[in-house]
């Protein structure tokens, strides 16, 4: 397509240019924050953190027009989260779901699917695969600063993997921070649910290195996590929970040259390899035999990114990132002499975007910027070709213009157009308002309103992908045929403080969908013995409701929030079996409740994490129901030193789990599981 490589040639004419061009200023209104930026989401000035997801400039949370939510380093170490599924699971309007056949995590977000929430790294994304939507489980937060939360489609600012919303993990941008490291081990058991033997089952180490001056700085991130898995039933040969281990490593390093150019490159590399044994249904007569699934995913890439002031009005910054991925999928029998059956998945991707924010005058600011993008997949069964060098690019424009209308008042309107090679182009809008009362502002009190149209095309995954698990019973295919899908989002928030104390913030939604692109059982093509499913159109649907959240500093010690989300998520199809069904693994109703309390002679911090999930519909015709549950999490850290911290934990302590032999039981596949670890800083 002739735009696409016209637009990554403008890219990086553009970005060479960076180094040469003569800065007039150091004030940047960048997209990066620097360690100077933060404060903790906990402190009482908690509204003065610096933010940047929803403009893509710094700006005070108190302040931005696009309703932000932040998860701070402290609540983030407090909880001791290893990867970002830790975290995502106590944010309110968020539900986790596992990935069908495979180890991990997806986000639904305000009911929206996890191929239409946007997961970044430094604002860059953290998956361009074409074979799925991004796994939480896989992301580290070692050198994690802070995790920022965007809800809806109502920035043009992200493209169309972000209808859901965008979630962005920010990490530490050791600039003039000195040489140091942060080490953190933890080791844990679930009891008699352990699959390993001895007391140990799961463990993971972590470590944050870096070494800076004024002008440059290296960082290294290594994060390990083992896993032994979960049985909670013995007496079958299966287990509930898969058993490997995973592997994140990365290096950064950044430079800022005499002209004021800052140039950051970062290479990184992903590895795991599950276990899991299974019955699978060999031919007749056998019937049901002893097999192991054993997968293998790795992933390579490597981020380039500049940015610069140009002039006193202009700043500028652009990124180029190229991803590897390859998964490789071994069935076996245990009674055949030789493996059963090998998939492998391949694919790359690259994407360049160059952004342009402009100071047009001391009230306004536009924002402008450019994106291509590329990726292709590949797939084998035992050699043989599946699926052979599918592709697709697409190009897109956005602008966002801030403008400052009062004291009081800011409006956003914005815009998205996206050529894809495949689809054509859509132009989608937005338009966002923060109004905050200057007769109010003893209470700091902000009302935000957004609309947005959000765009998704069909991903290679599930245009072409075979996703097999035959032998426990079930395929999903690609469907060719797929449109893409649509969505108006409305958000609609207040935020206030009710004294010094106690803050509290409300929002509705509503996300009105076309061509909802989810899985549904093919009939005509399904057997007794095999249930097909491939991706469809769903015509229409929507998701709708309100979440709140309290918090409340009760004493100098003790510290609570408190949240609730109501979800309606309703499938509008044309097929009146369907129509006004609720869409699954949606729960109507979460409650969320988490309290700290400090102990100051102890040097000890205590907290408690709680959460309830209503009952789920398991079926599209809402015929199989999941039950509710809650679960409670107990945590305690104490400062030994200034460089030692110990701590001790208690995950899902009321040991609430499935029924093993219920497939359709979507409650926990873990039980209690209790743990101790400790951070060094060094």
Request: hydrophobic letters at 30%; glycine letters at 8%; aromatic letters at 10%.
């Amino acid at each position: 397509m002739g735009n696409f490589h016209t637009s990554f040639t403008l890219i990086f004419s553009t970005l060479t240019l960076f180094s040469s061009t003569v800065t007039a200023s150091q004030d940047s209104v960048g997209d990066t924050l620097n360690n100077e930026d933060v404060v903790e989401a906990y402190d009482d000035d908690s509204l003065d953190v610096i933010v940047v997801t929803g403009t893509k400039s710094k700006r005070k949370l108190l302040d931005v027009p696009v309703r932000t939510e932040v998860v701070s380093e402290k609540e983030i170490k407090t909880r001791h989260d290893r990867d970002l599924s830790e975290t995502m699971k106590y944010v309110s309007s968020v539900q986790l779901t596992d990935i069908h056949g495979k180890d991990g995590k997806n986000i639904i977000m305000q009911g929206l699917n996890a191929d239409q929430t946007l997961v970044l790294l430094d604002g860059l994304p953290t998956n361009l695969s074409a074979n799925e939507a991004t796994d939480i489980t896989k992301l580290s937060l070692a050198g994690i600063k802070q995790i920022e939360i965007v809800k809806g489609a109502v920035s043009s600012l992200y493209g169309s993997n972000a209808m859901a919303g965008v979630v962005n993990i920010i990490t530490k941008r050791p600039f003039d921070s000195g040489n140091g490291y942060e080490l953190t081990f933890d080791a844990g058991s679930y009891g008699d649910a352990n699959v390993r033997d001895g007391i140990v089952n799961d463990g993971a180490a972590k470590l944050y290195a870096y070494a800076s001056d004024e002008d440059w700085y290296l960082k290294f991130v290594g994060d390990v996590r083992s896993q032994g898995g979960v049985d909670l039933d013995k007496t079958t040969y299966s287990i509930n929970e898969y058993e490997g281990t995973k592997y994140n490593l990365s290096l950064a390093g950044g430079y800022r040259f005499s002209n004021g150019t800052v140039l950051e490159i970062k290479p990184s590399w992903y590895m795991d390899d599950i276990h899991a044994p299974y019955l699978g249904q060999l031919k007749p007569p056998h019937g049901r035999q002893k097999k192991d699934k054993i997968e293998k995913n790795e992933r390579t890439g490597i981020n380039v990114s500049v940015e610069k002031q140009l002039t006193d009005i202009i700043f500028a910054s652009g990124y180029y990132i190229y991803s590897e991925q390859k998964q490789t999928s071994h069935q076996d029998f245990i009674s055949t002499p030789k493996i059963d059956q090998t998939r492998t998945a391949s694919s790359d991707a690259q994407k360049a975007e160059l952004k342009f924010s402009i100071d047009i005058t001391d009230v306004q600011l536009l924002t402008l910027g450019v994106v291509a993008e590329s990726d292709s997949v590949e797939q084998t069964n035992d050699g043989l070709a599946e699926l052979k060098d599918a592709k697709n690019e697409k190009v897109e424009f956005y602008a966002q213009d801030e403008i400052f209308i009062t004291d009081e008042l800011e409006v956003v309107p914005g815009f998205r157009y996206q050529d894809d090679k495949d689809f054509g182009s859509k132009l989608t809008p937005s338009l966002n308002a923060r109004y905050s009362p200057a007769k109010l502002s003893d209470y700091q009190v902000t009302l935000r309103a957004g609309i947005g149209s959000g765009y998704k095309t069909p991903n290679l995954k599930e245009r072409f992908y075979i996703f097999d698990h035959s032998a426990l019973g079930y395929m999903v295919l690609g469907n060719r045929d797929l449109k893409p899908e649509s969505s108006t989002s409305y958000q609609l928030g207040v935020d206030f403080r009710v004294n010094e104390k106690t803050s509290l913030a409300l929002n509705t939604f509503s996300n009105k969908l076309e061509n909802l692109i989810d899985t549904g059982l093919d009939k005509d093509k399904s057997t007794n013995e095999l249930a097909i499913y491939s991706y469809l159109n769903v015509s229409k649907a929507k998701t709708e409701g309100f979440e709140g959240t309290l918090t409340a500093k009760i004493t100098d010690n003790l510290k609570a929030e408190v949240s609730y989300n109501h979800l309606v998520a309703t499938n509008l199809d044309n097929n009146p079996e369907l129509n006004g069904k609720t869409l699954p693994e949606r729960a109507k109703h979460t409650y969320l409740l988490t309290t700290s309390y400090s102990v100051p002679s102890l040097k000890t911090e205590f907290s408690v994490a709680g959460k309830y999930k209503s009952k789920v519909f398991v079926d599209e015709r809402n015929n199989i129901e999941s039950p509710g549950y809650s679960t409670i999490d107990f945590k305690a850290n104490t400062k030994i030193s200034d460089n030692l911290k110990v701590f001790i934990g208690i995950n899902n302590a009321t040991n609430v789990v499935q029924d093993a032999s219920n497939n359709n039981d979507l409650r926990p596949s873990k039980g209690r599981y209790i743990y101790a670890g400790f951070e060094y800083k060094g």
